[in-house]
């Protein structure tokens, strides 16, 4: 089965929690902090593999968790850091942000590497707090969440040329006639329901990579037919080949067909509609097809190039691939431009406070919310020592200008509290 959409979760380990311990040994009776850090998280990358054609894995599997980052342990031993998570996905791969839509990265090139979610900090050790003021610190911080999203990906087939047209126009014993492809042919409509991809051998030894579109239907652009769901594979290729039923034998007008496929491209990306275009006329064995084919030449000669084929006998053939080959070899390829988006963020020295529907406050702001994720709140010390840096920041100062009283709610992050003076 072809698949080219999917919808994931990920999460990013876990960073590993810092450890309170002390050095403990015979004849050193004042032996200071010891605890060491956790280790950080395993991040969780998006590999672009070229040996796969399918999002097919991701049906299957919709949730992916790297590894946490080791605890600290004491002697100052810090944890292990876990190692990264890889998701290979197939060239031509758009991840896009689940709840906005953003776009984030375009894989497009094999070995492409794109940064999903990253995995959280370890937490530091009591070691790491000992100070003049604090000879010997009885708290240690958690290990920082990883982080997490759900992400759309989207597949574009990569391929130099596509065929587009109605349905039953030819397309799939086309593909068949010049490459191994083996799509499933019969004469009715929409027999290709996926696309199938072709590699086209010529006798000078050149070769190049052909798709085979869904046939389309007036209405594709918004979703008639099976358009609106593969129209966007033909986005990557650098020439079209519109394959036209010669023959009419649908009781269409061929001269409409074509007609009808140009709106149609122009309607979903203007761009494609611009894209290099040669006119094959198909089943030119058969008795009707001369004078469509003639009505055709009289009509877009000026446009396109013209030539009259027959997928089935082969007729025609070789010189269409020859063209195509032709026209590859001088246009550019398409520009390969890895996109990545990043979320603007507020300085760290900004945070924002918002009223929320329950009469509750939240506090926002990044560098806070990351410490108070990685407070152990059952341990006095932590808290003495979260308190003194919501004072130093003015945070307290500001919650109490807002209006917030005895009694409230107050938000960071996951952790809520009432508010006491």
Request: with cysteine; net charge neutral; aromatic share 6%.
């Amino acid at each position: 089965m072809f698949y080219d959409t999917a919808k994931i979760y990920v999460k990013a380990g876990d960073g590993g929690n810092g450890v309170v311990a002390f050095r403990r040994e015979k004849y050193v009776p004042l032996g200071g902090p010891s605890g060491g850090d956790g280790g950080s998280g395993g991040s969780l990358y998006l590999v672009a593999d070229e040996g796969l054609r399918t999002l097919v894995d991701f049906h299957y599997r919709k949730h992916y968790r790297a590894e946490r980052g080791e605890h600290g342990q004491g002697k100052n031993m810090h944890g292990r850091r876990a190692p990264d998570l890889e998701l290979r996905v197939p060239l031509g791969t758009m991840i896009k942000d689940a709840e906005s839509g953003a776009l984030l990265a375009d894989l497009s090139k094999h070995g492409a590497r794109f940064l999903l979610v990253r995995g959280g900090r370890g937490g530091k050790g009591n070691a790491r707090f000992t100070s003049a003021a604090n000879r010997a610190p009885a708290m240690a911080e958690k290990g920082e969440p990883g982080e997490e999203r759900w992400v759309l990906l989207e597949l574009k087939l990569l391929a130099d040329v596509g065929l587009v047209g109605y349905p039953n126009a030819g397309k799939s014993t086309l593909i068949a006639k010049v490459s191994a492809a083996r799509p499933k042919i019969a004469p009715y409509p929409f027999t290709t329901t996926v696309p199938n991809l072709g590699l086209v051998h010529l006798e000078s030894g050149d070769s190049f990579v052909m798709a085979d579109i869904p046939g389309l239907i007036a209405g594709a652009h918004t979703g008639a037919g099976l358009g609106h769901q593969f129209l966007r594979h033909v986005e990557r290729t650098r020439i079209l080949i519109h394959v036209v039923d010669g023959a009419g034998t649908e009781g269409r007008d061929p001269v409409n067909d074509v007609e009808v496929i140009y709106r149609e491209l122009e309607q979903f990306d203007p761009e494609l509609a611009r894209r290099p275009t040669v006119l094959a006329v198909n089943k030119m064995d058969m008795p009707t097809s001369a004078e469509n084919l003639r009505r055709l030449q009289a009509e877009f000669s000026r446009k396109y190039e013209i030539y009259p084929i027959s997928a089935l006998s082969g007729e025609g053939v070789k010189e269409l691939m020859e063209r195509v080959w032709q026209m590859l070899s001088v246009l550019p390829p398409i520009p390969e431009q890895p996109v990545t988006v990043r979320m603007e963020q507020k300085p760290d020295d900004e945070f924002t406070l918002e009223r929320e529907e329950d009469g509750g406050v939240r506090i926002r702001q990044s560098n806070l919310e990351r410490l108070c994720s990685m407070t152990d709140f059952s341990n006095e010390q932590a808290i003495r020592r979260f308190q003194e840096i919501m004072r130093r920041r003015g945070i307290d100062e500001a919650l109490r200008t807002f209006g917030v009283k005895a009694g409230d709610t107050v938000r960071i992050g996951r952790e809520e509290f009432t508010w006491e003076e």
